[in-house]
Nanobody, 128 residues
């Protein structure tokens, strides 16, 4: 059974950095594109970034130039390096997996409907 577990969240001041980790289990991660999503308090969950097995990446405009997604399929790990954090980055961050046979899986901001294996998320809080 595919399962993804996020970790690495925490509380930082604006301008700080955090690195989130997504551990994939049940299947080898190289079979999937991995997406990062977040849900801010009182808002809908939104796509943040994605990465394919061939290392194609996409980012939401709000995080471009500040966040970097990477993966280590030997470790079944996917990372989200978040720099220059802003209070509006606060939220619960999730990773999920999508089949690369779906041509929309990482052609832009990852579409939630195409992803599964959602974990419990990790809380990121950025204070001003």
């Amino acid at each position: 059974q595919l399962q993804l577990v996020e970790s690495g969240g925490g509380q930082v001041q604006a301008g700080g950095s955090l690195k989130l980790t997504c551990l994939v289990s049940g299947f080898a991660s190289h079979h999937f594109a991995i997406g990062w999503f977040r849900q801010a308090p009182g808002k809908e969950r939104e796509g943040v970034s994605c990465i394919t097995s061939s290392r194609t990446t996409h980012y939401a405009d709000s995080v471009k130039g500040r966040f970097t997604v990477s993966r280590d399929d030997a470790q079944n790990m996917v990372y989200l390096q978040m720099n220059s954090l802003k209070p509006e980055d606060t939220g619960v961050y999730y990773c999920a997996a999508g089949l690369e046979s779906n041509t929309d899986i990482c052609a832009g901001v990852p579409p939630q409907w195409a992803y599964g294996g959602w974990g419990q998320g990790t809380q990121v809080t950025v204070s001003s």
